[in-house]
């Protein structure tokens, strides 16, 4: 019955990370999956979350299923984070939001929401995007397509071309980008740069659908949702899928939630229902425990503190590395290639790496970065930053 099912050829970030626990070699370095690890080497339990987990232990009560938005302080806490507490939008109650299965959870409720109520518009995202955007996006039925983002030649970003494609796009289309720490280049908009792609996205009449995995990891809580709030403000029809994945390190606790800015509270009543109907269809209702602990932090003063310091610290240590590896790279590499390391912002480095020296940076070194070149800047650390380094030097030399 089963003989026509072709093998699957793996994802290019969750199999290189299998491949990557089955690798034998001691002195092996995880630089493929977008995951935060500390100076140690390991992914740390935050301790505003193991405090958290601790009360939750203590008073463990009932297990219902939750509603199918997910837990109410949870879906107020996250939309205050996102939009901020004090957002016109979010006082006058005009934003649906509900707790979705991380941020890929968030995306595909998103892509199922504009598959059903928009059939006639498109997707476009940035050349090159987080690889599983198009895979969400086409697997819900929609087209994907892009726009120009990243200029090889400097390691930045080719706005001009990028805001005269946005310019061109048929009235409804749905524009997807990155909130900050853009996944895989480190690229990301300038204040000006977003103030400047407002108007457009106004004039043709666009859905912006913001993903913002990475919040707190660029320059900060607010900085990072900037562009969130900027948009929202302007009154552009907003759609963002966020994360909490990274910045709490719960990544397989799968929490994020699905915010859409509509023009009124009653607007946003019907907008959330279409999207719990959407959840009933596909999973039901979401898991309780991350949310909880999430919920719990945020809503608690001291719990807040503890985090946003640690996560601030995450940042810094980021910051750290991209200047270890820099300086690691001097006279190793030619200026442009090493450059980036400092230019590029939050997890990831687009390396200009090419595949086969991806290949050998393996096979050789032990050394995973995805085939893309991108490099998780985040598992870096004091004792393998050198190692990477030369590493490094010794594909792109050659020898
Ligand atoms: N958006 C972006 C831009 C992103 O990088 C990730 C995860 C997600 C959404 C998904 O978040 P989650 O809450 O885990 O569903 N990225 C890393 C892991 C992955 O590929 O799944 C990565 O790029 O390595």
Redesign the pocket.
């Known amino acids: 019955m089963f003989e026509h099912i072709p093998a699957y050829p793996g994802d290019p970030?969750?199999s290189l990370n299998e491949d990557f626990q089955l690798d034998p070699r001691p002195n092996k370095v995880n630089l493929s999956?977008?995951?935060y690890f500390d100076d140690a080497g390991k992914l740390p339990v935050m301790d505003a979350v193991r405090r958290a987990e601790s009360a939750l232990l203590e008073s463990i009560g009932p297990r219902s299923y939750l509603p199918m938005a997910g837990l109410p302080l949870y879906r107020d806490t996250a939309q205050a984070l996102v939009f901020g507490a004090n957002s016109e939008a979010r006082v006058a109650g005009r934003i649906a939001t509900l707790q979705t299965i991380?941020?890929?959870?968030a995306?595909k409720v998103g892509a199922d929401f504009l598959k059903r109520y928009f059939p006639g518009s498109q997707i476009w995202i940035s050349e090159p995007s987080?690889e599983?955007h198009r895979v969400v996006f086409e697997g819900a039925g929609l087209t994907v397509n892009t726009y120009p983002y990243y200029d090889e030649q400097t390691g930045g970003l080719r706005f001009a071309d990028m805001i005269e494609t946005i310019g061109r796009l048929p009235e409804k289309s749905v524009v997807l980008l990155?909130a900050c720490c853009h996944?895989p280049t480190g690229v990301d908009l300038s204040a000006s740069q977003w103030a400047e792609l407002v108007p457009v996205l106004q004039r043709r009449k666009l859905i912006a659908f913001v993903?913002m995995?990475?919040q707190g990891f660029g320059a900060g809580l607010e900085e990072d949702a900037a562009c969130v709030r900027l948009l929202t403000e302007a009154g552009i029809p907003v759609i963002a899928?966020n994360?909490f994945?990274k910045n709490f390190s719960l990544?397989g606790e799968?929490v994020?939630a699905l915010s859409v800015v509509c023009q009124s509270a009653e607007e946003a009543g019907r907008v959330l229902g279409q999207l719990m109907s959407t959840v009933r269809s596909n999973y039901s209702n979401p898991p309780t425990h991350g949310a909880r602990l999430v919920a719990n932090v945020l809503a608690d003063a001291s719990l807040r503190a503890s985090w946003e310091a640690e996560l601030a610290g995450m940042r810094e240590r980021i910051l750290a590395m991209r200047g270890t590896i820099h300086t690691g790279l001097a006279g190793r590499v030619d200026e442009v290639m090493r450059a980036r390391y400092i230019a590029q912002r939050g997890m990831f480095t687009y390396t200009g790496l090419s595949e086969s020296q991806v290949e050998r940076l393996r096979s050789e070194y032990a050394v995973y970065v995805l085939r893309s070149g991108r490099m998780?800047v985040a598992g870096l650390n004091a004792r393998n930053a050198e190692y990477v380094a030369a590493s490094i030097a010794a594909v792109v030399s050659g020898a």
Not at 102 to 105: A, E, L, Q
């Open positions: 970030i969750l999956i977008g995951i991380g941020g890929s959870g995306l987080w599983n990155h996944n993903d995995a990475y899928a994360s994945s990544y799968r994020g998780c």
